[in-house]
């Protein structure tokens, strides 16, 4: 994958807890706006979902927080593919304090393809896998 970050942001006061550092659900946030710049780099971009009626679920997702990000930190996520199977992916985000190169937090998730209308799991376009086989950064689970 590109090492071209995901995402760029800063770590306002309003997203800071009771113990002053950035709290978890801001951290979800983050690693939510990550992935759609990843998926954009796959070609599932917001064109292709709205036109093909796919969409993206995630239906996991663990996220280990190693660092304290506090108001005012930069951030940074870079993200890499795992796997690719018929009609889910995995990947990581990688969050790291801009300023220090800390690793802040890690979180990895396995997203599912859907037919919007029908509400279940579809099969990638095989253009989306194509692009998608250029971009993973470890070899293919069995």
Known sequence: ???????????????????????????VGKFDEANWNLFARLGLTPSYLRASGRGMAAVQQTITYRRELLAGDIVEIRSHLLDISDKSIRFRHDMTNAETGEIAAICEIIGVHMDRSQRKSASFADAIREIALLHLAEPTRA
Not at 1 to 27: F, K, L, S
């Open 1 to 27: 994958m590109e090492r071209e970050a995901t995402y760029r942001g800063t770590v306002y006061p309003w997203q800071c807890d009771h113990v002053g550092h950035m709290n978890v659900m801001w951290y």
